[in-house]
């Protein structure tokens, strides 16, 4: 029997699927619309289609894993759980309090992000512990129980522990927890300590209420979507892929669903590394485009940068994470009028529902793809090789009766506004993830995927003076295919501030003992038998006095006085590299340990696709005119990727559709179409520097 791997991908518009059959190197690509009322109905649908199209059995599938931005549309719609938090007294009002830096300079009006444990339902008992773990004030376990009940009596669904300093002692935090799980058994449960074992009690109580918000969420989610792929007849439980670039069990991401907030685009991330590292090109910016947003991160040497704070809904999230950058622009994006009478792009997203206006689905509010279907740059027929009608007298309507009578312009310049302004924006993006952090992008080439990304990545390049645009080729369902390419992987960090001498040895080594054991339970519930594991250490550093840290890779796990001393140094380096000047003579604080834990698994095949045409011209489907930012419309060949031959060279103006995307090509562009069937693209230097 064949072996069947399945990754698939749920974003706002549509679900992508890649299906790889190990035994002979085949692989299967598929899209279907998002489900939006219930994701998981149009993933196994489009479970059942693939397989169908792939003459596969559902007993030969493997490997199943799920990329998912469930956890991070709850959160930035506040649509979590009603969710209830016991704290240490004196501290209930943390999650408003905050920091003191403003988000918006300038701006007083800013309306501070509603809490996911909200005031009502935060209760104080008794405890204290101090900042190295002894025991000041013992746990009144019978406020514990009395918390309990009333939060029972409000109707909360989760329970958020956050006591002060459990990171450094959790024994109360335990405690509380068995009170609670014994009071109130179904409840949906987890403490500061197991989810963020760092100091900082607004980020760790930030953190863990999310968590705690998104609990009931996720489960219900995962017990229909695992349920209904037990009941396709596919064997074993599907994985889930997390922020950090792993995959994990179901059990694993009931627990921290926090871990799933960049699930989606992490998979992107990963294929786009292993797809660079394979065609010679280590790094780049890679330019996720999808229905709704657009994610970007930067690769370099071949790794993806990571981060381990994030900002979700007005509060951080402290988890390892993919460094990636999201902004609110996608095909769908709603293109309005301000009260100013100023064009304005997105964040607002038309959706999976009603969609564009050219996807007849109910839309009438022009978008992005409306702009690109006014332009000849989309197929003015249909989608998805024809699966998918369009209707492009709808997308002009849309155009024309929104925008062109309130802004005085023609339908031309209404659609190219929509796209000039769309790409300002997704130029932003790309600075933020680069210039922002000190790497020029014009070193870099910008890999284009999701649906859209492949019709804005030239014109981005050019604007932010980019030369080289790496096409891969699968674009539409690279996030998908990056999924078969997981490894299972977890982050674990608990904080030890003790200063970088001698005398801190002992402590220091006892943490990394702690978080070594952490991770034998975590590989316990993954079941990872005698699979190959790598770890890794990091230390998190600074001088004595400074507020904020650096991480600094650990290359043992078990620190000597040698180890130590190394280990400064390379922070005195980073820091130099990072803020331009160091001070050795300054005492240097340790302040997190950070073990990784890996299960490599086997890589999937390749997927290099298959030239089916000897002769360019074969692969010509049409010309017809096509709306450039520095020509205008000019007559501009439509070419088929499937039926383009490999390692041939030409020039643009062209467009080139497949089933997943369509690649957009500016005149005097010069293409190349690699041995495997890449394009890579490069751009002629007329554009802004970065």
């Not at 409306?370 to 332009?375: G, I, W």
């Not at 080594?509 to 770890?535: F, H, I, M, P, S």
Request: aromatic share 6%; net charge negative.
């Amino acid at each position: 029997m064949n072996t069947v791997w399945i990754g698939i991908d749920t974003g706002g518009t549509f679900t992508d699927l890649t299906l790889a059959d190990l035994s002979t190197g085949a692989y299967w690509f598929h899209k279907t619309p998002t489900t939006p009322d219930d994701a998981s109905r149009g993933i196994l649908q489009g479970m059942r289609e693939i397989l169908d199209l792939a003459g596969a059995k559902p007993e030969a599938v493997k490997f199943v894993c799920h990329g998912t931005t469930l956890a991070t549309n709850a959160v930035l719609e506040g649509k979590w759980a009603y969710t209830g938090m016991i704290t240490t007294a004196g501290f209930r009002d943390i999650l408003e309090l905050a920091r003191q830096r403003r988000p918006s300079f300038f701006n007083l009006d800013v309306e501070k992000p509603t809490p996911p444990a909200v005031r009502a339902a935060r209760r104080e008992v008794t405890e204290r512990v101090d900042n190295v773990g002894e025991v000041l004030t013992p746990l009144d376990e019978a406020g514990v129980r009395a918390a309990v009940g009333e939060l029972q009596r409000l109707g909360c669904d989760a329970v958020a522990i956050c006591f002060l300093h459990s990171y450094a002692n959790p024994a109360h935090e335990q405690r509380a927890a068995e009170i609670v799980r014994e009071a109130w058994p179904d409840v949906y449960l987890c403490t500061s300590s197991d989810v963020l074992a760092e100091f900082r009690e607004y980020e760790r109580f930030a953190t863990t209420t999310v968590n705690a918000s998104l609990l009931p969420i996720i489960d219900r989610y995962l017990e229909r979507f695992e349920r209904g792929v037990a009941d396709l007849g596919i064997p074993g439980r599907p994985l889930i892929m997390q922020s950090n670039g792993g995959a994990v069990s179901p059990d694993t991401v009931r627990k921290f669903p926090i871990n799933t907030f960049f699930s989606g685009p992490a998979g992107g991330v990963i294929g786009a590394a292993t797809l660079g590292e394979s065609a010679g090109v280590p790094d780049v910016i890679t330019f996720d485009m999808g229905g709704t947003s657009t994610d970007v991160a930067l690769i370099k040497d071949g790794k993806p940068g990571k981060k381990s704070v994030r900002e979700m809904g007005g509060f951080p999230v402290r988890t390892r994470t993919l460094d990636i950058h999201t902004i609110g622009a996608g095909g769908g994006s709603l293109a309005w009028v301000d009260p100013g009478g100023l064009l304005k792009v997105g964040p607002k997203s038309a959706g999976a529902v009603p969609g564009p206006a050219c996807y007849g689905r109910g839309g009438e509010l022009p978008t992005v793809s409306d702009a690109n279907m006014v332009l000849g740059r989309l197929n003015q027929t249909a989608l998805l090789d024809g699966r998918m009608p369009v209707f492009p007298d709808r997308a002009r309507a849309a155009i024309e009766t929104h925008l062109c009578e309130r802004l005085g312009i023609d339908l031309v310049q209404a659609a190219a506004g929509i796209l000039e302004i769309v790409n300002v924006n997704m130029m932003g993006a790309v600075r933020v993830i680069s210039v922002e952090q000190g790497e020029d992008p014009r070193r870099f080439a910008l890999m284009p995927f999701g649906g859209a990304g492949p019709l804005h990545a030239c014109d981005v390049a050019t604007m932010i003076g980019m030369q080289q645009v790496f096409v891969p080729q699968r674009p539409g369902i690279l996030s998908a295919l990056g999924l078969l390419h997981a490894d299972t992987r977890a982050d674990f960090s608990l904080t030890r501030l003790a200063l970088a001498n001698s005398e801190s040895i002992g402590v220091l080594n006892a943490g990394l003992a702690q978080l070594a054991d952490r991770a034998k339970g975590w590989l316990a519930t993954e079941q990872a038998g005698k699979a190959d594991v790598v770890y890794e250490w990091h230390v998190d550093l600074r001088y004595f006095g400074q507020n904020f840290e650096l991480a600094v890779a650990l290359t043992s796990d078990r620190i000597t006085l040698g180890v130590l001393d190394a280990l400064v140094e390379r922070f005195h380096q980073a820091h130099d590299q990072v803020y331009g000047y160091r001070m050795p003579e300054r005492l240097v604080e340790i302040v997190n340990l950070r073990m990784g834990v890996t299960v490599t698994r086997p890589l999937a095949p390749d997927s290099a696709a298959v030239a089916t045409s000897a002769a360019l011209s074969d692969a010509l489907i049409e010309q017809r005119p096509v709306w450039f930012p520095s020509t205008g419309f000019v007559p501009t060949p439509i070419y088929h990727r499937n039926r383009m031959p490999h390692a041939i060279t030409l020039q643009g103006p062209a467009v080139i559709e497949q089933m997943d995307a369509t690649t957009v090509i500016p005149p005097k562009a010069d293409i190349t179409v690699d041995p495997v069937g890449n394009i890579m693209v490069q751009l002629p230097i007329e554009g802004k520097t970065a």
